[in-house]
């Protein structure tokens, strides 16, 4: 018996998906709090983030580190870097169990769009210690 077995490349996973990873030391995200205050979170965060990071039992500052991943890694994945998106323009989403989706608004949903991104965001998210990281799974329409 034969089996025969086909190498998945990297393009073929990059055409199928869009990818991003981010991690962030939850300390530097304590910094620019401490340094900058709500300037800080009114520049990154929509208001729904901003009251659920502060209703969360891990607590404030460990939330804005898992969302400020999460839209690192939704840059990434979808190239915004250089499109002048707003950062309140990629926003995480938290169910009533917790759970957390990844929502885009104007011009970083045009975008997205136009990348060929279809159906929901995957977005998962872990903390360990002083780091939070995200990844974000989007399918792309061919």
Do not use: N
């Amino acid at each position: 018996m034969t089996l025969c077995s086909r190498a998945v490349t990297t393009e073929a996973v990059e055409a199928a998906h869009a990818i991003g990873i981010d991690i962030v030391q939850v300390s530097r995200i304590d910094a620019s709090l401490v340094q900058f205050g709500d300037r800080f979170v009114q520049r990154l965060f929509s208001a729904d983030e901003k009251r659920d990071a502060m209703c969360l039992p891990a607590g404030a500052t460990a939330c804005f580190a898992e969302g400020f991943a999460a839209k690192e890694a939704a840059i990434k994945a979808f190239g915004f870097s250089q499109a002048g998106v707003d950062w309140r323009e990629i926003e995480v989403v938290r169910d009533e169990a917790g759970r957390c989706t990844l929502r885009l608004h104007g011009r970083a949903a045009e975008l997205a769009q136009r990348a060929g991104a279809s159906g929901d965001i995957a977005l998962s998210l872990s903390r360990a210690g002083d780091y939070a990281t995200a990844v974000v799974v989007a399918s792309r329409t061919p």
